[in-house]
């Protein structure tokens, strides 16, 4: 069965350029999520998705960092003028249901971008 | 979402049980408890997740206290490919996780 997919699986950029990285829920998944994973560290949220609506995007590091779910399915994630401290793994997870007890729902990771920029 | 403690490392030899022990002295009553596990060069993976009562499925077990300030994650025969980070996770309704540091297990031949 088809899990959460994301593309590409390694980017590396030079400082000051541009990137996007892309995601693939599972198939009628209703929410989406991106997290950064630096090096030794725990996974951190970035933004979350409700289909296409964007819910929070409190974990964003800065405005270079934009996220967009147009048509409530793929995701992408956009990274402008690059710096060395957003070298991190990218990873994207969906889960079937948001809001009122989506605590019992579990959300289903993708095996990740990993981003260096030089 | 309250936070989580757990031992950095762990060791466990291969065919035994695997006991992973997580402290979440702040969990409120709707909080669940979540397990997921990252193995190198992979994302999170999913194993468990409960809120009373102890449950089992055909990757682990959770144990969780009367009073839910502990669980224990069972990974009842250890094998090499179960060499992973271990994260312990409670999670309200509130959508994203937060992820710690986890336990870092070591199986070994």
């Known amino acids: 069965g088809a899990g959460v997919s994301q593309s590409p699986r390694y980017k590396v950029a030079k400082r000051g350029q541009d990137v996007a990285l892309r995601c693939d829920p599972i198939?009628?998944?209703?929410?989406l999520f991106w997290y950064q994973q630096a090096l030794g560290q725990g996974p951190e949220f970035l933004t979350y998705f409700q289909n296409e609506a964007q819910l929070d995007k409190s974990g964003l590091p800065s405005d270079r960092f934009f996220a967009e779910r147009p048509e409530g399915s793929v995701s992408t994630l956009k990274i402008q003028r690059t710096q060395q401290e957003d070298s991190a793994v990218y990873l994207c997870?969906?889960?079937?249901?948001?809001?009122?007890?989506?605590?019992?729902?579990?959300?289903?990771f993708g095996d990740g971008t990993r981003l260096s920029i030089l | 979402d309250a936070k989580t403690t757990q031992p950095p490392s762990m060791d466990c030899a291969e065919g035994r049980a695997a006991n992973l022990p997580c402290n979440h002295s702040t969990i409120s009553g709707n909080e669940y408890v979540y397990w997921y596990r990252q193995i190198h060069s992979q994302g999170p993976q999913y194993i468990i997740h409960g809120l009373k009562n102890n449950e089992t499925n055909e990757m682990a077990s959770l144990i969780i206290t009367e009073d839910r300030k502990s669980s224990t994650l069972i990974l009842p025969h250890a094998t090499l490919r179960d060499t992973a980070v271990y994260y312990c996770?409670?999670?309200?309704?509130?959508?994203?996780?937060?992820f710690g540091t986890g336990t870092r297990l070591q199986v070994f031949p």
């Open positions: 198939s009628g998944h209703v929410s």
């Open positions: 996770i409670v999670r309200q309704n509130t959508d994203k996780l937060i």
């Open positions: 997870a969906s889960s079937p249901r948001t809001g009122k007890g989506s605590g019992n729902q579990p959300q289903h």
